[in-house]
Protein backbone atom coordinates (compact mmCIF):
# COMPACT_ATOMS: atom_id res chain seq x y z
CA UNK A 1 0.00 0.00 0.00
CA UNK A 2 1.41 3.50 -1.49
CA UNK A 3 0.06 6.26 1.18
CA UNK A 4 0.78 9.45 -0.94
CA UNK A 5 0.65 12.70 0.63
CA UNK A 6 0.37 15.09 -2.04
CA UNK A 7 1.18 18.42 -0.68
CA UNK A 8 1.11 22.08 -1.69
CA UNK A 9 4.80 22.25 -1.84
CA UNK A 10 5.81 19.00 -1.11
CA UNK A 11 4.80 15.12 -1.23
CA UNK A 12 5.51 12.29 1.31
CA UNK A 13 5.13 9.02 0.80
CA UNK A 14 5.17 6.12 2.65
CA UNK A 15 5.07 2.21 1.78
CA UNK A 16 3.73 -0.62 3.85
CA UNK A 17 3.53 -4.13 3.83
CA UNK A 18 0.12 -5.11 5.71
CA UNK A 19 -0.16 -8.96 4.92
CA UNK A 20 3.78 -9.20 5.99
CA UNK A 21 4.65 -10.29 9.81
CA UNK A 22 4.79 -7.07 11.56
CA UNK A 23 3.57 -4.74 8.39
CA UNK A 24 6.94 -3.45 7.74
CA UNK A 25 6.45 0.26 6.78
CA UNK A 26 9.28 2.33 4.71
CA UNK A 27 9.42 5.97 4.22
CA UNK A 28 10.45 6.67 0.45
CA UNK A 29 13.11 8.77 0.17
CA UNK A 30 12.68 11.14 -2.44
CA UNK A 31 15.36 11.77 -5.80
CA UNK A 32 18.18 13.91 -4.89
CA UNK A 33 17.33 16.42 -7.66
CA UNK A 34 13.40 17.01 -6.78
CA UNK A 35 14.33 17.17 -3.00
CA UNK A 36 12.63 20.05 -1.40
CA UNK A 37 14.96 22.15 1.17
CA UNK A 38 17.52 19.21 1.00
CA UNK A 39 15.02 16.97 3.30
CA UNK A 40 15.71 13.31 1.95
CA UNK A 41 11.69 12.56 2.75
CA UNK A 42 10.23 15.49 0.81
CA UNK A 43 9.54 15.60 -2.74
CA UNK A 44 9.03 18.83 -4.73
CA UNK A 45 5.92 18.78 -5.83
CA UNK A 46 6.76 19.79 -9.07
CA UNK A 47 7.42 18.80 -13.07
CA UNK A 48 8.55 19.90 -16.20
CA UNK A 49 7.32 19.44 -19.74
CA UNK A 50 8.88 19.94 -23.12
CA UNK A 51 7.07 21.10 -26.59
CA UNK A 52 6.74 17.76 -27.39
CA UNK A 53 4.19 17.27 -24.82
CA UNK A 54 6.46 14.73 -23.23
CA UNK A 55 6.36 15.16 -19.16
CA UNK A 56 10.01 15.01 -16.89
CA UNK A 57 10.33 14.80 -13.18
CA UNK A 58 13.54 16.62 -13.88
CA UNK A 59 14.51 20.10 -15.53
CA UNK A 60 15.68 20.74 -18.77
CA UNK A 61 16.96 23.51 -20.40
CA UNK A 62 13.81 24.12 -23.01
CA UNK A 63 10.63 22.39 -20.77
CA UNK A 64 8.34 24.50 -19.15
CA UNK A 65 8.27 24.23 -15.32
CA UNK A 66 4.91 23.35 -13.74
CA UNK A 67 4.01 23.92 -10.31
CA UNK A 68 1.03 24.70 -8.12
CA UNK A 69 0.24 21.33 -8.94
CA UNK A 70 -2.15 20.95 -5.68
CA UNK A 71 -3.45 24.21 -6.21
CA UNK A 72 -4.69 23.52 -10.06
CA UNK A 73 -7.02 20.53 -8.85
CA UNK A 74 -8.58 22.51 -5.65
CA UNK A 75 -9.42 25.37 -7.89
CA UNK A 76 -13.32 25.37 -8.10
CA UNK A 77 -13.09 25.73 -11.57
CA UNK A 78 -13.56 23.26 -14.85
CA UNK A 79 -10.10 22.02 -15.62
CA UNK A 80 -8.36 24.46 -18.63
CA UNK A 81 -5.38 24.94 -19.57
CA UNK A 82 -1.98 25.79 -17.80
CA UNK A 83 -0.23 27.73 -20.84
CA UNK A 84 -2.79 29.08 -23.08
CA UNK A 85 -0.74 31.02 -24.81
CA UNK A 86 1.86 28.33 -25.97
CA UNK A 87 0.55 26.31 -29.23
CA UNK A 88 2.92 23.67 -28.36
CA UNK A 89 1.18 23.29 -25.02
CA UNK A 90 -2.46 24.62 -25.23
CA UNK A 91 -3.84 21.16 -25.29
CA UNK A 92 -2.29 20.38 -21.84
CA UNK A 93 -4.33 20.87 -18.89
CA UNK A 94 -4.14 20.83 -15.54
CA UNK A 95 -5.79 17.69 -14.39
CA UNK A 96 -3.08 16.11 -17.43
CA UNK A 97 -0.15 17.56 -15.26
CA UNK A 98 -1.33 16.11 -11.82
CA UNK A 99 -1.40 13.11 -13.38
CA UNK A 100 1.93 12.88 -14.91
CA UNK A 101 3.01 13.93 -11.46
CA UNK A 102 1.40 11.25 -9.61
CA UNK A 103 2.59 8.59 -12.18
CA UNK A 104 6.26 10.07 -11.88
CA UNK A 105 5.84 9.48 -8.01
CA UNK A 106 4.87 6.26 -8.31
CA UNK A 107 7.02 4.43 -10.61
CA UNK A 108 9.99 5.42 -8.51
CA UNK A 109 8.71 4.15 -5.56
CA UNK A 110 7.82 0.81 -7.34
CA UNK A 111 11.08 0.94 -8.82
CA UNK A 112 12.64 2.06 -5.49
CA UNK A 113 10.97 -1.32 -3.40
CA UNK A 114 12.31 -3.28 -6.38
CA UNK A 115 15.74 -2.05 -5.77
CA UNK A 116 16.64 -1.24 -2.18
CA UNK A 117 14.18 -3.82 -0.82
CA UNK A 118 13.99 -6.74 -2.65
CA UNK A 119 13.36 -9.32 -0.01
CA UNK A 120 9.84 -8.31 0.11
CA UNK A 121 8.53 -8.95 -3.01
CA UNK A 122 11.19 -11.44 -4.58
CA UNK A 123 9.36 -14.11 -6.39
CA UNK A 124 6.39 -12.85 -5.86
CA UNK A 125 3.16 -11.01 -8.16
CA UNK A 126 2.71 -7.58 -6.60
CA UNK A 127 -0.75 -6.45 -6.03
CA UNK A 128 -0.30 -1.80 -5.60
CA UNK A 129 -2.92 -0.10 -3.72
CA UNK A 130 -2.57 3.68 -3.07
CA UNK A 131 -4.49 6.02 -0.58
CA UNK A 132 -4.06 9.52 -2.03
CA UNK A 133 -4.26 12.18 1.22
CA UNK A 134 -6.86 14.76 1.00
CA UNK A 135 -7.43 17.48 3.10
CA UNK A 136 -9.72 16.86 5.35
CA UNK A 137 -11.56 20.41 4.94
CA UNK A 138 -12.71 19.58 1.42
CA UNK A 139 -13.62 15.88 2.26
CA UNK A 140 -17.26 16.85 1.56
CA UNK A 141 -16.52 18.62 -1.73
CA UNK A 142 -18.06 15.96 -4.83
CA UNK A 143 -16.30 17.72 -7.29
CA UNK A 144 -13.10 17.67 -5.83
CA UNK A 145 -12.97 14.23 -4.55
CA UNK A 146 -14.22 12.67 -7.80
CA UNK A 147 -10.85 14.46 -9.45
CA UNK A 148 -8.84 13.05 -6.58
CA UNK A 149 -9.97 10.04 -7.31
CA UNK A 150 -9.76 10.01 -11.28
CA UNK A 151 -6.10 11.95 -11.42
CA UNK A 152 -4.95 9.11 -8.83
CA UNK A 153 -6.58 5.84 -10.58
CA UNK A 154 -5.01 7.45 -13.95
CA UNK A 155 -1.39 7.09 -12.81
CA UNK A 156 -1.78 4.07 -11.18
CA UNK A 157 -3.13 2.58 -14.34
CA UNK A 158 -0.25 4.37 -16.30
CA UNK A 159 2.47 3.95 -13.83
CA UNK A 160 1.57 0.06 -14.46
CA UNK A 161 2.61 0.19 -18.15
CA UNK A 162 5.36 1.12 -20.37
CA UNK A 163 4.12 4.02 -21.63
CA UNK A 164 5.74 7.26 -22.05
CA UNK A 165 4.33 9.76 -20.02
CA UNK A 166 2.93 12.56 -22.15
CA UNK A 167 0.01 14.83 -22.42
CA UNK A 168 -1.82 12.53 -24.89
CA UNK A 169 -1.13 9.73 -21.95
CA UNK A 170 -1.95 11.29 -19.48
CA UNK A 171 -5.68 12.42 -21.28
CA UNK A 172 -6.02 8.52 -22.78
CA UNK A 173 -5.73 7.36 -19.53
CA UNK A 174 -8.29 9.83 -17.58
CA UNK A 175 -11.03 9.52 -20.27
CA UNK A 176 -10.54 5.71 -19.86
CA UNK A 177 -13.76 3.78 -18.76
CA UNK A 178 -12.79 2.25 -15.79
CA UNK A 179 -11.02 5.33 -14.58
CA UNK A 180 -14.07 7.17 -14.81
CA UNK A 181 -16.45 4.77 -13.35
CA UNK A 182 -13.41 4.66 -10.58
CA UNK A 183 -14.45 9.07 -10.19
CA UNK A 184 -17.69 8.42 -9.35
CA UNK A 185 -17.73 5.52 -7.33
CA UNK A 186 -15.55 4.81 -3.85
CA UNK A 187 -15.97 1.50 -4.51
CA UNK A 188 -14.62 0.65 -7.93
CA UNK A 189 -12.15 3.01 -7.39
CA UNK A 190 -10.88 0.62 -4.61
CA UNK A 191 -11.06 -2.62 -7.03
CA UNK A 192 -8.61 -0.59 -9.56
CA UNK A 193 -6.47 0.09 -6.60
CA UNK A 194 -6.89 3.76 -5.38
CA UNK A 195 -9.16 5.22 -2.10
CA UNK A 196 -8.48 8.86 -1.21
CA UNK A 197 -8.19 9.09 2.24
CA UNK A 198 -8.66 12.61 4.65
CA UNK A 199 -5.33 13.38 6.10
CA UNK A 200 -6.14 13.80 9.19
CA UNK A 201 -7.62 10.22 9.34
CA UNK A 202 -4.36 8.63 7.45
CA UNK A 203 -2.67 10.29 9.94
CA UNK A 204 -4.34 9.04 12.74
CA UNK A 205 -4.61 5.36 11.89
CA UNK A 206 -0.81 5.43 10.60
CA UNK A 207 -0.29 6.17 14.53
CA UNK A 208 -2.65 3.28 15.58
CA UNK A 209 -0.87 0.73 13.55
CA UNK A 210 2.77 1.87 14.14
CA UNK A 211 5.00 -0.89 16.07
CA UNK A 212 7.43 2.00 16.97
CA UNK A 213 5.25 3.71 19.24
CA UNK A 214 5.51 3.84 22.37
CA UNK A 215 2.19 1.85 24.33
CA UNK A 216 -0.05 3.82 26.69
CA UNK A 217 -2.53 5.83 25.88
CA UNK A 218 -2.58 9.05 23.76
CA UNK A 219 -5.15 12.31 23.26
CA UNK A 220 -5.21 13.48 20.07
CA UNK A 221 -5.51 17.10 19.32
Avoid at 178 to 207: C, M, R, S, W, Y
Wanted: glycine letters at 8%.
Amino acid sequence: TIGLDLGTSSTKVIVRFPYEPGSPTIAIPAPQHCRSDDHPYLWQTVLWVDHDGRFYGYPLPDAERIHGLKQRIMLDIDPGPIFPENDHLKEMQRLHAVTAYLTFVIRYVVGWIAEERQALIRDRNVAWFMNLGMAAANYDNGKLIRQYRQVGAAALQLASGPDDITIGATAEFLSNENVAKAAKDPIHAEQLGIAVIPETAAEATGFAKSTDRASGLYLMV
